[in-house]
């Protein structure tokens, strides 16, 4: 079986640890198996893993988190990557053509596209193994996953099955897009289930709706015409023009941690330097700063701090946070990449013409900065821990703790880490920003 | 006339703007007559500057405190350093001492001594100015203000005059030392007064209380053997033993803005970045960092923000900060000092052997960093911004946005500000503390 886990875009609910250049999947504040902390996709992939079943992985996503997924599940996991954001059905589209073109899957195979963001429990992907049994016994074009709704939420979509059930599935009756609280209690009297974005099929049927020339790969094809594909979702685009269409229910634990409130929840101690005093309760604390923060008498309440910002908020009150963040149009102050990560600790602007910017970068060992310039900066790099080899306008030299290295506007410079090194880079420039790069082919 | 100004130690209880290093008088958070900002100590100076009188003001400190005051009130203003910190008795002696021997103050002159840090309004400077004519009038050995108590706390030092009152004076009947609360309440219906702190006496009055031989300098004798004298409060060992004490009462505003409760309510509009969002109401947000704290939801708190660290506080729990940020040990990440300030933005320890502390430092323009050299560390400066003039090992060169200097272990530094100078410095070693400093004579 494939499963097609969604990566989906970065979002600012969970500001100040999701920004645009990392996305709320990759937070490591979930309790891990041995009691450390996982990320949300790092918990489903283990989940993914557990199932007992033979199961292919490919994550779809975007380029800008492709290092990300590396860094959290290994470089062997399998990535099709958007040349850029257009929803999710060009995004199921071109995955089910790389299944088909590039890993060679038969037309006959189940394929399950899922979120890589829930909540949830083992029954989930017992769920799904249901899932691809109703697709390989063909009862209908599309198969989804149903959950069993736990109140008369306005913010998903419902399914209302036909009441006649088989083996486990049902057909759909009709689909109902975010109802008022009163229409969604009364879908649920009815027997209507949330739609957890979860689709099966055999991979021929969405083979079978792409146009072309024999013989070509629609997978080059995608992704050369993907800028002109349209920005719709699967269920508007597919789903609900299909003509057989089953559900399968789930009726187990399900949780989308997609606002503090929620995530809150499930966050099990406090992270980093954090010290609770006099009367602090109910209060979940995530501090990313080297920094410590004291709560005194904070009652119901979410404390998160990371190099982009402080948030203190009520836990209802975080829920309308996104209007005051997303004004907020600050640049990432916290990365991480295929490499490592990196961590802003200054930005002055002194005039339009002077400005610097220092960041922290941890580069793990083995791993690469790659070959590049920048047109409107110096850097000056100085290695704080670690052993690596430099490359400076096509000259290598081998650098230690205690190394200093002056990059000026237009020289070429890589770096591969030899142990794990550490580097406080000073950039001084009219402009910084990650946009002025050139990047070169290099082969180490 | 003269006022001494006694500029006490720094505590905790306003973390983490105040720090071992920073005292809570001088943070500028007070709203000035311009509307900007000012420290307790700027607006009390600004106070005595508009007094209807001839006022030489002395700030009596501690030498870590020199820097922050020259910074705050100007180098003009004159400074009696204690060798090191021993409560208000040796502190007022040294400053007596200080005034007749250096200052050529005449024995019958009047001296006020007050602390640095009331938060009171004009009328304060007038009582003082009665406190001056009562001690001219030889009315008593000490003339007192007492302070109207607008409620019976347990805190204060409570001073019971007698009934009789005499132009706008009274002759103290007794002293009673931080009463319970019931206590209080009968003390203030029989007319006690609040123990302001603030002393007035003929300057001849102290003097004639040191040993001396004849010639020699009281000043400097005191200086000599100031690690000999008594750790004991002026009130004790002077005022309550003191034949003739007078009172003078004070009925106007009066604060000590010494916990974030008390201080909250005197902050005017927020610090730094902030935003307020949905439902906050009744909090003061202080952020000294460079990136946004965003509350949400938050009522009736205090959110301070510094290099040093987080607080989220109920303004009523924030009285129990103590002990809670007393356990943190941590070197301070900030400092005013004479020639500028510093800000720690990145501190790791790789192991016990391998450190690094990175800090942006600010240097005005005509101020020097001293001469010196550090036995358990290298430096690595890139200035980000200015142009300053180096000196290295006995050598001079001249330095500028751009430039950098590598200095070992040993190598002796210092560094002059031509226009304003920033500068990133990253230190590499096994120790990295303030304390690991030598210092130099040197002549610029």
Redesign the interface.
């Known amino acids: 079986m494939n499963i097609v886990l969604l990566s989906g875009g970065s979002g600012k609910r969970l500001?100040?640890l999701s920004n645009n250049a990392r996305s709320k999947q990759f937070l490591k504040l979930l309790t891990s198996e041995d009691e450390g902390k996982e990320s949300m996709v790092q918990r489903v992939y283990r989940q993914i893993g557990q199932m007992d079943a033979d199961v292919h992985v490919t994550v779809a996503t975007s380029v800008a988190q492709v290092d990300s997924i590396r860094s959290q599940l290994g470089a062997e996991v399998d990535i099709v990557t958007e040349p850029e954001r257009r929803d999710t059905y060009p995004a199921i589209m071109l995955a089910a053509a790389y299944l088909y073109d590039v890993k060679h899957c038969g037309l006959e195979e189940p394929v399950i596209v899922m979120p890589v963001d829930p909540y949830t429990e083992q029954g989930y992907f017992d769920t799904i193994r249901k899932m691809e049994r109703a697709v390989r016994e063909n009862v209908a074009d599309i198969v989804l996953m149903g959950i069993d709704p736990t109140y008369p939420s306005e913010k998903y979509g419902y399914i209302l099955p036909k009441r006649e059930k088989k083996n486990g599935y049902a057909e759909v009756q009709k689909f109902i897009e975010k109802p008022d609280t009163s229409k969604a209690a009364e879908l649920i009297a009815a027997g209507a289930l949330w739609n957890g974005g979860v689709f099966a099929f055999r991979l021929g049927y969405l083979i079978g709706k792409m146009d072309a020339e024999p013989e070509t790969s629609r997978f080059h094809m995608l992704m050369e015409q993907y800028h002109k594909l349209k920005k719709i979702s699967f269920d508007y685009e597919v789903v609900e023009k299909a003509e057989h269409i089953a559900v399968v229910p789930f009726c187990g634990m399900w949780k989308d941690l997609g606002t503090w409130n929620t995530l809150a929840e499930e966050i099990g101690t406090d992270t980093g330097l954090t010290?609770r005093?006099?009367?602090t309760a109910d209060t979940k604390i995530v501090?990313e700063?080297?920094?410590?923060?004291?709560?005194?008498?904070?009652?119901d309440?979410v404390?998160a701090?990371s190099?982009?910002?402080?948030?203190?908020?009520?836990k209802?009150?975080?829920s309308?946070?996104k209007?005051?963040?997303e004004?907020?149009e600050?640049r990432p102050?916290y990365e991480e990449r295929r490499w490592g990560s990196y961590k802003v600790?200054?930005?002055?602007t002194?005039s339009d013409e002077?400005k610097?910017l220092?960041k922290?970068l941890e580069i793990h060992a083995g791993k690469k900065l790659s070959y590049q310039s920048h047109a409107k900066r110096?850097e000056?790099w100085?290695v704080?821990?670690g052993t690596g080899v430099l490359l400076l306008d096509g000259h290598t030299r081998n650098v230690k703790?205690?190394d200093?290295a002056?990059i000026t506007a237009g020289m070429k410079h890589a770096l591969c880490a030899v142990t794990d090194l550490?580097m406080?880079e000073?950039q001084?420039g009219p402009e910084l920003d990650e946009e002025d790069i050139v990047r070169y082919a290099m082969e180490w």
């Open positions: 500001w100040p010290i005093g006099e009367g501090n700063l080297n920094i410590p923060v004291v709560a005194l008498g904070v009652k309440m404390i701090a190099p982009d910002g402080i948030l203190v908020s009520g209802d009150a975080s309308f946070m209007p005051y963040v004004a907020l600050q102050m600790i200054d930005y002055i002194y002077r610097s220092t922290h110096d000056i100085t704080v821990d703790r205690g200093v002056y550490h406080i000073v001084i």
